[in-house]
């Protein structure tokens, strides 16, 4: 059974940074895709960053140039580096895990951290 287990969300002001960790257990590392997601309040959930296997990395617009996915194998752990926060990304951050290295279908979620940046 897999398990995502996200911390690190608190509150920091703009301009601050930030990293996030998701604790993964259960998961297949040789073929894998993993993400960040986020979702504010009366918002739809986005995507922010995605890493897979085949060493690929992925970012909104809106965030590319200040945060970075990385996968450290060994601990079994995803982050996320948040750098030059500003006040919308404000958000609960869900890490979510593909069955398979494609990146297709998200099957497994973590309950979620908050981060709220302040101005």
């Known amino acids: 059974q897999v398990q995502l287990v996200e911390s690190g969300g608190v509150s920091v002001q703009a301009g601050g940074s930030l990293r996030l960790s998701c604790a993964a257990s259960?998961?297949?590392?040789?073929?894998?895709?993993m993400g960040w997601f986020r979702q504010a309040p009366g918002k739809e959930r986005e995507e922010v960053a995605r890493i897979n296997s085949f060493g690929g990395t992925g970012y909104a617009d809106s965030v590319k140039g200040r945060f970075t996915i990385s996968l450290d194998n060994a601990k079994n752990t995803l982050y996320l580096q948040m750098n030059s926060l500003k006040p919308e990304d404000s958000a609960t951050y869900y890490c979510?895990?593909?069955?398979?290295?494609?990146?297709?279908?998200?099957?497994?979620w973590g309950q979620g951290t908050q981060v709220t940046v302040s101005s």
């Open positions: 259960g998961y297949t590392y040789s073929n894998y895709c």
């Open positions: 979510a895990a593909d069955s398979g290295p494609l990146c297709l279908h998200f099957t497994y």
